[in-house]
């Protein structure tokens, strides 16, 4: 499928960023391994955060799909668990690739690095091979952690690969985290979670010709946006802590 929007250029970083280059293998299958490590972690989650998870029935039970959360606390990441049995796919910032064993562990996982200073082909590539091969891809719209209650600026990273992949995008609203370890704080306070999981997103609509404009992109960042802040909103409310 062909779209308006470039091509990111190739970094000069690549070459030394932690990561770079490593074989990462999509198994779709979820494998004794796999199941025994996502066990223990939900587990552990469970008991120190209590999640309670509203809309589990809009997450595709099959095909492509992007998971979209909010990002407002490093333990974000786990709480995607929770929103299906699907095995789950995840960018993650290629700083944890500096220890070489908890770098073969992500990629083991089903987590590939990517560089968030600057337009990741690498991290694209697979992302767009993972939704390809109609796998679940969790991507953080915003990028990075942020504070406040606002939903803005996101990245059309999650757009960008809707409309090459077909994918639709779930948007996640997750309600306390920010509480329970915002930025700086090493351990989490043990605070009850709640997640909120929105309608699906379409994929951006096509022209007669097949392609997707840059427009259709922003269009759909825009409408992410608004569908975000929604779910944020009501999975705050629901803690009962704002």
Known sequence: MALTTPEPKPESHSAAAPGRHQEFAIEPTRKVGYRVL??????????????????????????????????????????TAFCTRRKLFFMAKDSLW??????????????????????????????????????????FPEGTRREGAAIENLMEGAAFLSARTGA????????GSDLSMPKGRA?????????VIGPALAPPARTGGGRVSRSAVHATTEVLVEQLQAVYDEAKQKTGRY
Do not use: M
Request: net charge positive; aromatic share 8%; with cysteine.
């Open 38 to 79: 996502r066990a223990i972690f939900t587990a552990l989650l469970t008991v120190w955060f209590r999640p309670r998870i509203v809309g589990k029935e809009h997450v595709p039970a099959t095909g492509p799909v992007i998971l979209a959360p909010v990002h407002r606390s490093f333990a974000d990441f786990g709480f």
């Open 187 to 195: 351990i989490p306070k043990p605070i009850t979670i709640q997640v």
């Open 98 to 139: 500096k220890n070489k064993w908890l770098g073969r562990l992500l990629l083991y996982v089903g987590v590939f690095p990517v560089h968030r200073e600057s337009a990741d082909r690498e991290a694209l590539q697979r992302a767009e091979e993972v939704l390809n091969r109609g796998q679940c891809l969790v991507l």
């Open 168 to 175: 639709p995008i779930v948007p996640i609203g997750i309600g």
